[in-house]
């Protein structure tokens, strides 16, 4: 599972959420005289306005299994973002085509609520009669 890797690291559901939203895996590399050595990963994100880093050391598998977990949970976070998109353009449209609807029946005397056409009340409520 994409969040128990995530949580194995040690962090919590908030930085989790923040890897998620803006994370990303570095690989650095390290001098010692004339050696390079490296590289060696590390995780990055920002939590509260500050920069957190996780190291993650030198296994290459497990910084793609990492990388992997974090683009899975991404995805799941995209589609739910298109989701909403749909869902905000649906009711948009929904709410457009009440108004050109009311406008219409607004002629015949009839008004939308809800999902339903209604017929508007001319004049007082009827009473009845207390003689």
Request: hydrophobic letters at 35%; a positive charge.
């Amino acid at each position: 599972d994409s969040s128990s890797l995530l949580a194995e690291l040690g962090l919590t559901d908030e930085d989790v959420l923040s890897v998620v939203n803006q994370g990303f895996l570095t690989a650095e590399y390290r001098v010692h005289g004339a050696a390079r050595l490296g590289p060696y990963f590390k995780l990055r994100w920002r939590s509260n306005g500050r920069q957190r880093v996780k190291y993650l050391g030198r296994d290459v598998d497990r910084a793609e299994a990492i990388s992997d977990a974090i683009s899975s949970l991404r995805e799941g976070k995209r589609r739910q973002d298109q989701l909403a998109a749909l869902v905000a353009d649906a009711r948009k449209g929904l709410r457009r085509a009440k108004q050109a609807m009311n406008a219409a029946m607004a002629n015949q005397g009839r008004y939308f609520h809800g999902f339903a056409g209604r017929k508007r009340e001319t004049g007082s409520a009827a009473k009845p009669d207390t003689k």
